[in-house]
């Protein structure tokens, strides 16, 4: 999933509970495309792989990323940004919230990306604040 922050998912893909999904990762952030201009791309040490890191800096995006512990050549990264990665744990929380999502009722996939959807529309309408 690309979050914009904690109540505004960007697009997410569901992807096999058997695969690792830095694959998935790398054709999601290909779907969003190339940005405009460079944009952080805060994104979790499970996804740091060369290949993903490669994409995202073809797509104009800066991975914040920390290096895993037995990186051979390990990297700078900006740790007070990479502490917002906080908020996109805070949105699947929220999506976790409902029931018939966390249970994974649904056996198609299509049935249950679309209460997926339903959970992310509604989780952005409760944080409009009415006046």
């Keep these: 999933m690309m979050a914009a922050n904690e109540r505004s998912a960007i697009d997410f893909i569901l992807s096999s509970g058997r695969r690792h999904g830095a694959p998935q990762g790398r054709i999601l952030m290909e779907t969003v495309g190339k ?3 460079l ?3 805060i994104i979790d040490k499970a996804y740091g792989d060369n ?9 104009k995006f800066a991975p914040v990323v920390p290096p895993k512990s ?3 050549a390990p990297w700078e990264y900006d740790k007070e940004l990479y502490k917002r990665r906080g908020e996109i744990e805070r949105l699947f ?3 976790q919230g409902f029931r018939r ?3 994974r009722f649904d056996k198609l996939d299509i ?8 959970a992310l529309i509604f989780i952005s309408i409760k944080s409009v604040r009415f006046s």
């Design 35 to 37: 940005q405009k201009r």
């Design 93 to 95: 929380r929220l999506i």
């Design 39 to 41: 944009t952080h791309l």
């Design 101 to 103: 999502v966390f249970c």
């Design 111 to 118: 049935i249950y990306i679309s209460f997926v959807q339903l």
């Design 70 to 72: 037995n990186c051979v």
């Design 51 to 59: 290949n993903t890191l490669y994409t995202a800096q073809m797509l």
